[in-house]
């Protein structure tokens, strides 16, 4: 545990919630009106965390990247341009995101004249990026916009579809100052290091004491800039891999720098053991049409467009075996038999639908079943 010694220059608040609580009372929905008190010198030392020092807002002033949908230090963003480009990035490579985000404001440049589009435009405009089910949110999210206008809080924003707690922090904090920690994957590694906090920080009291750390980290600081720096630090310094100390505005006070083990934090999230799923697949295939249907609840794929399976439908003649596709989401380890028939059937089932197969890119948005249609010999 640091000493006062070891914690000059920086401002450690943490007890509980005490951090929290010094925020709430300076929230505010516009970055003109906050009340960012003066930094204190330092305060009670008792455990984690830190005010985020000075020094990474003036390296974060010379070293910061110039991307379309940033907007110079204390000048609020665009709300939609915000939204788009958090919804963009989650699982897509920045270099991928730039051109698809200018395309897409030159298609829709605010949230009302998207509003008003079709889903296939969407979801055709949107081919390339993944996750189909972020673009039809996003859909539904700007038609609720457009009807109802913006929220200004994160906590108002969460209740947006597909809105989760990072997306609504960063729109809160960027376009509306709200002073409100955004935790992506780089600020938990940055603060992770930082502060040298144990345990997996993704859920229970490791991930309390992470937002408790990433409350303070911004307090007394414009959450904006505060939030933005660390992002980039972590996507430029402190690398998951040879993290490059040397060169970082955190090193004289970082704890893993200090300990000469920065590579030990984050600590890994514990394995949850691996869990087999097996199922006979049936690829139906009717002239130019595949048999689709709705995954329910409790299926790993709920509420998307798979194939069904054999059990569900009675056929005369027994399918062609195509053989096996295997296939991870998350700990699940699924073994698909892949069948394949062009029998006729009567009346379909409720919950499935014939799809003619130039719809079925935009229909399938995971890549399981795309890859039994490719073993089936219909490759989409
Ligand atoms: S000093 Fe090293 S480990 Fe610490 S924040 Fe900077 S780059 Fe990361």
Same mark, same amino acid.
């Given at each position: 545990?640091?000493?006062p010694?070891?914690a000059k220059?920086?401002l450690f ?5 005490s ?6 009372g300076?929230?505010s929905?516009?970055r003109?009106n906050?009340?960012? +008190?003066k930094?204190?010198?330092? @305060?009670?030392?008792?455990?984690l ?6 020094s990474?807002e @003036?390296?974060?002033s ?11 230090p204390g000048v609020p @963003?665009?709300?939609?341009q915000?939204?788009?480009s958090?919804?963009?990035?989650q699982?897509t490579?920045l ?12 298609l829709w440049?605010s949230?009302e004249?998207f509003?008003?589009s079709?889903e ?9 990026l993944?996750y189909?089910s ?13 009807q109802?206008?913006?929220?200004r809080?994160?906590h108002?924003l ?12 960063a729109?809160? +904090?960027? *376009?509306?100052g709200?002073q409100?920690?955004?935790?992506d994957?780089?600020?938990l590694r940055?603060?992770?290091r930082?502060? *040298? ?8 009291? =490791?991930k309390?004491?992470l937002?408790?750390?990433a409350? *303070?980290?911004?307090?007394g600081?414009?959450a ?18 040879s993290?490059?100390c040397?060169s970082?505005?955190?090193?004289e006070?970082?704890r *893993?720098?200090r300990d000469g ?8 999230k514990p394995?949850r ?5 097996e199922a006979?697949?049936?690829v139906l ?7 689709l249907?709705?995954? =329910?609840a409790g ?7 798979t194939l ?5 439908l009675?056929?005369e003649?027994p399918?062609?075996?195509?053989g096996?596709?295997?296939h991870?989401?998350t700990?699940?380890?699924i073994r698909?038999?892949?069948l394949?028939?062009r029998?006729?059937l009567g009346?379909?089932p409720?919950?499935?639908e014939?799809c003619p197969r130039p719809?079925?890119?935009t229909?399938?948005?995971? +890549?399981?079943? @795309?890859k039994?249609?490719?073993?089936a010999g219909?490759?989409?």
């Amino acid at each position: 545990m640091a000493g006062p010694s070891e914690a000059k220059g920086f401002l450690f608040s943490y007890s509980g919630d005490s951090g929290t609580r010094a925020v709430e009372g300076r929230v505010s929905p516009r970055r003109e009106n906050f009340q960012i +008190s003066k930094p204190r010198e330092m @305060r009670s030392v008792t455990d984690l965390p830190m005010q985020a020092p000075l020094s990474l807002e @003036r390296w974060f002033s010379s070293r910061r990247r110039d991307l379309p949908w940033r907007t110079p230090p204390g000048v609020p @963003r665009d709300p939609w341009q915000t939204l788009l480009s958090e919804t963009m990035s989650q699982q897509t490579r920045l270099e991928v995101v730039v051109p698809r985000f200018e395309q897409w404001l030159a298609l829709w440049p605010s949230v009302e004249e998207f509003s008003r589009s079709q889903e296939e435009d969407a979801l055709a405009a949107w081919a390339g990026l993944g996750y189909y089910s972020r673009v039809r949110n996003l859909l539904r999210c700007a038609r609720i916009l457009a009807q109802e206008g913006w929220p200004r809080f994160a906590h108002q924003l969460r209740k947006l579809p597909g809105v989760g707690p990072y997306t609504a922090a960063a729109i809160a +904090s960027f *376009a509306f100052g709200e002073q409100v920690p955004m935790i992506d994957g780089n600020v938990l590694r940055v603060l992770s290091r930082v502060g *040298a906090i144990a345990g997996d920080l993704h859920g229970g009291p =490791g991930k309390r004491r992470l937002e408790a750390a990433a409350t *303070a980290w911004i307090s007394g600081r414009d959450a904006a800039v505060v939030n933005e720096a660390t992002m980039e630090l972590g996507a430029l310094v402190c690398l998951p891999r040879s993290p490059m100390c040397h060169s970082c505005p955190l090193a004289e006070t970082c704890r *893993a720098c200090r300990d000469g083990q920065p590579e030990r934090f984050p600590q890994p999230k514990p394995r949850r053991e691996a869990t087999d799923l097996e199922a006979e697949v049936l690829v139906l295939i009717n002239e130019d049409r595949i048999l689709l249907r709705r995954a =329910g609840a409790g299926e790993l794929l709920k509420g998307h467009w798979t194939l069904p399976e054999r059990s569900q439908l009675r056929l005369e003649t027994p399918p062609d075996d195509c053989g096996l596709v295997r296939h991870a989401i998350t700990h699940h380890r699924i073994r698909w038999r892949i069948l394949r028939s062009r029998e006729r059937l009567g009346r379909i089932p409720d919950g499935m639908e014939w799809c003619p197969r130039p719809l079925l890119p935009t229909r399938l948005v995971s +890549s399981l079943p @795309r890859k039994a249609l490719e073993q089936a010999g219909v490759p989409i």
